[in-house]
């Protein structure tokens, strides 16, 4: 069975940094480009970037401006979110999936707030 | 950014009956490979999303055949089929042909 399972989400202030851990099992992590989602409260999906399989190439939305960064270990099954300079407005439900769609962890809360 | 537009925002049906959900996006999500990467999730209450129908048409692992997906280039639908209780959710359409985005999502009410 395929597990996403996120962790680190928090109360941070603004302009503030965190960094969400997602764990992967029930697959082979190391052969699927992983993403980030995010679910504003009440409202719709944001995806929030991407990286392939060994690395090395990234990719985010034009919204993130160079605040977030996604990287991986696939000795560790593990993918990671470091959040910088948060704003309010990056309060949300954070999701780590697999291509995009196809898997979904369950999520984790981050709340920005002074 | 391709938006994706879809409607109603809301739906109450009974049990039994069919619903379709449209969904429309502002360009052409065919790709360079010919393939459409078009997809349709629900999230059930309390729930994160779950993928049902994966590239317009093609059913998810363990999805049942109530649900299908039809359409192409720019305009997408999908229908239920014989709707059960535990279909009660949000349905959101997403892209992936260009950067990923999603559809404002469609609540489905069990009357």
């Known amino acids: 069975e395929v597990q996403l399972v996120e962790s680190g989400g928090s109360l941070v202030q603004p302009g503030g940094s965190l960094k969400l851990s997602c764990v992967a099992s029930g697959f082979t992590f190391s052969n699927y480009w992983m993403d980030w989602v995010r679910q504003t409260p009440g409202k719709s999906l944001e995806w929030i970037g991407e990286i392939n399989t060994d690395g090395s190439k990234t990719n985010y939305a034009p919204s993130i401006k160079d605040r977030f960064t996604i990287s991986r270990d696939n000795a560790k099954s593990t993918l990671y979110l470091q959040m910088s300079n948060v704003k309010s407005d990056d309060t949300a439900i954070y999701y780590c999936?697999?291509?995009?769609?196809?898997?979904w962890g369950q999520g984790v809360m981050v709340t920005v707030s002074s | 950014d391709v938006v994706m537009t879809q409607t109603p925002p809301s739906l109450s049906v009974a049990i039994g009956q069919s619903v379709s959900i449209s969904c429309k996006s502002s360009?052409?999500?065919?790709?360079?490979?010919?393939?459409?990467?078009l997809h349709w999730l629900l999230q059930s209450p309390g729930r994160s999303p779950k993928r049902l129908i994966y590239q317009v048409s093609n059913l998810g692992s363990g999805v049942p055949d109530r649900f299908s997906g039809t359409g192409s280039q720019k305009d997408f639908t999908l229908k239920i089929s014989r709707v059960e209780a535990e279909d009660l959710g949000v349905y959101y359409c997403a892209q992936t042909t260009h950067f990923p985005t999603f559809g404002s999502g469609t609540k489905l009410e069990i009357k």
């Open positions: 360009q052409s999500l065919v790709y360079s490979d010919g393939k459409t990467y």
């Open positions: 999936t697999g291509g995009v769609v196809t898997h």
